[in-house]
Every structure is written in C-alpha cells, then in structure tokens.
C-alpha cells in the first residue's frame, strides 16, 4: 500500500536561511504522525509546503498518491488543513462558514447542509452554530477551523498545532477529535510542542530540530533512546538480593533496600537475558519494573535543550 504521506530530501530556506535540510518522512494511511519540534524548528514550513501554500526549494511529495509538485490540485483537493491561525471568516457565524467551505467544494445544497449539521454535532457546535466566533471561545474556534477543514472529507488532514492555547478539557475534546478521525480511515499530521500530545495520539513521532529530523520512531522507541532505561528489580529478602548482586555484577540501588537497578534498554530481548541470568544463579525475583524516561528527557536529550512547555512554564 502506497503511504499516505512520502517525502524524500525536501528542502526550504528563505534567504540565506536554510529551515528545511534535506527532510525525510514516511506516514502510512490511517495513522498518525506528530512533528515536534521547537519554535522555530520549520514546523509550520513543513506543513505549508505540504499542504501546497508554500513552494519548496527541492524534494520530492507525494500525498494520497499525487505529485505535490506535478498535481498540487488533485492533492488540494484531497487534504485539508488547519492552520497554527485560524481561517475562521469572523463575519460569517459557525454555519456560514460551514456553508462557505461547502459551496468552495462544491457539494451541492442538501449535502453540504448534512454534513455541516454532521460536523456541528460531533465537534459540540450545535449551540454556537449560529453565533458569529466572536462570541466562542478560542477552543470552539479551533473546532469550527478545523470543521471547516473536514467538509471536503479529506484523506490526509494536516493540524499544525492544533491545541496550542487550549485549556485541558478543549485539548482533550480536540484529542478525542483526531481519534476519531483516524477512526474513519483519515490519516493526520500534526504538529505539537506539548510532548505529550504526541505521546497520546501519534503512530509515529519525527523530532525536528534546525529543519532536520534528529529522531524518528513510536514514543516507546524513542523513549528507549536516551539514557536512563532502567530495569529495576525487587527481591523478598537479603539473600536472593545478594546472589542477584553478585550473578549482575552490581551493587544494590541503596543501602537497606531490596532492590537492583540494572541499566538497559528495557526491551523484550533484554528482559530476557536478564531473567535468564538470574535463573541460571537460582534467584527468585520478586518484582520488576522497566523504567523509560518520558518524552521530555528524549527531547532535551536529542536537541539538547529542554522542551518549549518547560521554557515557558
Ligand atoms: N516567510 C518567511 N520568511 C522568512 N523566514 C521565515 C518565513 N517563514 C518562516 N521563516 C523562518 O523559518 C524558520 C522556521 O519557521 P516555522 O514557522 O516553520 O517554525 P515552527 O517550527 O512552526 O515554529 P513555531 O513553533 O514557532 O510555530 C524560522 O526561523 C522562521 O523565522
Ligand atoms: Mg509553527
């Protein structure tokens, strides 16, 4: 199966400013892929570029199987995107706008009006429907932006930011959102500086710093590769603590304790060879536990700077 999203080697700068160096992504239909990065990193020049507003320098795109560059109106026509601003027309209430995007798409009146009164129940805009967004609040904008998007029942969504400045309840509604359009067969990419977004929506995870991609892999591998993986075993009393000790060849956490931190990368094979060890030497384990780091080690490890939330915090 084609992926839904293939870029290889693309490139930007604007003047002498190189933003996109030589980047390389792979996102497979139905899932969902987050680039993370932080300001500046060429997040929102990605998704412009792959959305067709901005001209890249070199590379080559290819999205739900057309040419960005040979076909960028068959690929406009199947993807839909929401900006890190809004696209909301502020004089047009919620479903005028809804109406706009229908009429843009062409849908024809009674299609349109389905879908639109479709959208507004799933995204809770019923009540607002008819207010102009100067009466919502920034998460029932966000929404409506992105509502406005999925009129055209678009394949491949792009979401730069989506939940930047959104209270917990509306970054979860928006979550909730993405889950459900990956649900129906849509593939997304999006943007995030909130690790955690990633962490609980993306298939995939890119992690890109000065317009290159330093990481790539799901949040469990990417979590594997900082130091600090740690396996850490339990045992009933001294004696099997001591065999264990001596079978691994290290010495326990903390005096007093009943534990040993081995380090590793906590992956199955490792798990194994571990307990094989320790069955070898006799030793009963009483519990174990795999420590990962969390994503923000992993960023602060791979751009060595701490993550934009902590700086801003
Ligand atoms: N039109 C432009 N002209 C000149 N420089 C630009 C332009 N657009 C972006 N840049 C520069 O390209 C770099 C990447 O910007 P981009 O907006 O892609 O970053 P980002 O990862 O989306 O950051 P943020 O987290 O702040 O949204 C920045 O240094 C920015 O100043
Ligand atoms: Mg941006």
Known sequence: MNPAIAVTGLRKSFGPKVVLDALDLTVPEGTVFAL???????????????????PADGGEVRIAGHDLHRDPAAVR???AL?????????????????RLMSDLNHLGRKEGQRRADDLLERFDLVEAADKVPAM?????????????????????VFLDEPTTGLDPRSRRAMWDIVRGLVADGGTILLT???LEE??????????????????????????????????????????PLRRAAHALGIAPADEGSLALEVPGDGSVAAL??????????????????????????????????????????
């Open 36 to 54: 993370l990065g932080p300001n500046g990193a060429g997040k929102t020049t990605t998704v412009d570029i792959l959305s067709t507003l901005t």
């Open 272 to 313: 194994k060879s571990l307990l094989a060890r320790l069955d070898d030497a006799g030793v009963d384990v009483a519990g174990l536990t795999v420590h990962t780091p969390d994503l923000d080690d992993v960023f602060l490890a791979l751009t060595g700077r701490p993550t934009p939330a902590e700086v801003t915090a």
């Open 136 to 156: 919502y609040s920034g998460g029932m904008r966000r929404r409506l932006d992105l509502a406005m998007g999925l009129m055209a029942d678009p394949r491949v």
């Open 77 to 79: 026509s199947a993807i």
């Open 192 to 194: 995030t500086q909130y």
């Open 198 to 239: 990633a962490d609980q929506l993306a298939d995939r995870i890119g992690v890109l710093d000065a317009g290159r991609l330093v990481a790539e892999g799901t949040a469990d591998e990417l979590k594997r590769m900082v130091p600090g993986s740690h396996v850490r075993l339990e045992f009933a009393g001294p004696e």
């Open 82 to 98: 929401t900006g890190q601003f809004s696209a909301v027309d502020t004089l047009l209430t919620g479903r005028e706008n809804l």
